[in-house]
């Protein structure tokens, strides 16, 4: 079975840095990955998802990540952040082939933003 | 257009009462999950429907647990003899096909508070 794992809990990082958060996958197969952002008191919204071909992709608000098979890592990283940026961040993987439980969720980076 | 609809948003209820947990996901969306969100663990997958199929219910962690959906559209999770370790935020979620083909959408959660 597939796990994730993110091992930062929280980050820190100043409006306007550079962000990077972490984030490997257990998986027998080039997986299906995926980034999705929590705000308080709200529901998950996808960023971006990496299916195949171009191992670096974009997604919304800035974002963008990339799959390193060598590394079972997919990275999320955002070169400027904004104090909206502050949220939950969940990276997850997907069965190829589909399966009931589709994705499995790693517990998620609280990301702090510093004025 | 109107995105997934839970209710209520919050609950608060005795230890061994039933509660119900409602989900209106997208219309026309055939995939619809229910996942529970403690504090710290991030999303465990509880329940899944598509179409017309048997559910599966293999996350379901116990026989307290149960769902249904009706017509193809909106779920119901009961949660029946409530205990303390029960208090989570649940989460439905709801795609095109499946959480590994399209993207999930995501309701803002029912929180779920057991004294």
């Known amino acids: 079975a597939q796990s994730v794992t993110q091992p930062d809990i929280h980050i820190t990082v100043s409006e306007g840095a550079s962000l990077e958060l972490r984030c490997n996958y257990s998986y027998g197969a080039t997986p299906y990955l995926f980034w999705y952002v929590q705000s308080p008191g709200q529901g998950l919204q996808l960023l971006l998802k990496?299916?195949?071909?171009?191992?670096l992709v974009q997604g919304i608000k800035g974002f963008e990540a990339e799959f390193k098979r060598s590394q079972s890592s997919f990275n999320l990283r955002k070169p400027s952040v904004h104090w909206s940026d502050a949220a939950e961040y969940f990276c997850a993987v997907g069965e190829r082939g589909g399966g009931a439980d589709g994705l499995t969720f790693g517990k998620g980076t609280h990301l702090i933003i510093q004025p | 257009g109107a995105g997934v609809s839970q209710s209520p948003s919050n609950k608060v209820t005795e230890k061994g009462k039933d509660v119900e947990l409602r989900c209106d996901p997208i219309?026309?969306?055939?995939?619809l999950y229910w996942y529970r969100q403690s504090l710290g663990q991030g999303l465990e997958f509880l329940i899944y429907f598509q179409g017309n199929s048997a559910p599966d219910k293999s996350g379901l962690p116990s026989d307290r647990f149960s769902a249904e959906r009706t017509g193809g559209s909106v779920s119901t999770l009961t949660i029946q003899r409530t205990q303390q370790e029960d208090s989570a935020v649940y989460l439905c979620a709801s795609s095109q096909r499946s959480a590994t083909n399209s993207p999930l959408h995501f309701g803002n959660g029912t929180r779920l508070t057991v004294t």
């Open positions: 219309s026309g969306h055939t995939a």
């Open positions: 990496y299916f195949s071909g171009d191992t």
